[in-house]
């Protein structure tokens, strides 16, 4: 009687259980659907800008220089003071981001993504490590403890507006800005990117082959009504965009990975109601045997008397 109990027990947590996964697997994907439209469409528009951002970045590099060669006759120091009077050009620093969660359940994504990451930071020792989120948090301090780093939380659903601006506008300060997340592919397929916003990645220091982003050509522009004007517009506004776009897609990212992890979970726990009902059935049926045997004995026991 006890072990059928236990049985019983179990069912009813596995059902609580199911009903908990299906709705969590009903909430990710009525947010995945909220966004999933906006973000395949500016997708395309996005990259485009980030393109451009990234090509303006290095004519704006580029004019520094010959600036800097154009003054090469005068003291090397005053020409570099004046240089930097004229331009912005960053506090030349590189920041490596990895963009997680605020909690888990996202199949294996994350954690490939946070390997990447890692994989570059440990080849690049002057970069600045900026994690977003908590989940990224807690495995850089269990592999780096003690470790200098920059964090910013982020909510996983109706990220705070002014988070997401504190984040751009001191991601902005750097002078070049690598971020890994993770992209929405299909459903079943979630891809860890990179993205080199300002497209300066130097040959020596370039991202492994299997996530380089393409390089960046050299093309002429006449700017109007000049380049800092132009530059500052990319870094207020675009820099914004293209920061907003890339969070918006690792959400995307997140929920569709969720989604597979909880069907698979799902699947699971009906698999382990299965076997568990199939053990209820059998442990009642023996139960029922031992009954009639009982009884049985009862009877022969009352005809011998």
């Keep these: ?16 259980i199911s009903d908990i996964v299906g709705a969590s697997e ?13 973000v395949l469409l500016s997708r395309d528009l996005n990259d485009e800008l ?48 990895y963009l997680s969660a605020n909690s888990g359940l996202f199949s294996k994504i994350l954690e490939s993504t946070y ?25 850089f301090m269990d592999n780096y403890p003690g470790r200098h780093f920059i964090f910013y939380p982020l909510g ?31 459903m079943s397929q979630q891809t860890t990117t990179v993205l080199d916003v300002s ?26 009504p000049s380049l800092e004007k132009i530059i500052e517009f990319f870094e207020s506004e675009i820099f914004s965009g293209i920061i907003q776009q890339t969070v918006t897609e690792s959400e995307l990212a997140r929920y569709a990975s ?7 979970a799902r699947e699971n726990i009906a698999q382990q109601l299965k076997k568990t009902n199939l053990e209820k ?10 009954k009639q045997t009982e009884a049985m004995t009862g009877i022969s026991m009352w005809k011998l008397t």
Excluded: W
Excluded at 199 to 224: I, K, R
């Design 1 to 16: 009687m006890n072990y059928l109990k236990a049985i019983v027990t179990q069912i009813e947590d596995l059902t609580g």
């Design 115 to 139: 390997h990447e990451f890692v994989v570059y930071l440990n080849g690049h020792k002057d970069a600045i490590p900026v994690i977003i989120g908590e989940f990224g948090k807690r495995l």
């Design 281 to 290: 059935r059998f442990a009642m049926h023996r139960l029922m045997n031992k």
């Design 50 to 97: 980030t393109e451009i951002y990234r090509e303006v970045s290095i004519s704006y590099k580029n004019q520094i220089m010959n600036l800097m060669q154009e003054k090469k006759g005068t003291n090397i120091l005053d020409a570099h003071n004046d240089t930097i009077k004229t331009f912005k050009v960053g506090n030349g620093k590189l920041a490596c981001v």
């Design 156 to 186: 996983e659903e109706n990220s705070s507006e002014e988070a997401l601006k504190k984040i751009t506008a001191e991601l902005a300060e750097y002078s070049n800005v690598i971020i890994f997340y993770a992209r929405f592919e299909t």
């Design 199 to 224: 497209g300066q990645q130097t040959p020596e220091s370039a991202l492994p082959t299997h996530l380089s982003t393409p390089q960046v050509t050299s093309v002429h522009y006449l700017f109007e």
């Design 26 to 38: 009903e909430i990710a994907s009525m947010k995945m659907r909220a966004i999933r439209t906006r």
């Design 258 to 264: 969720r989604i597979t992890t909880l069907d698979m």
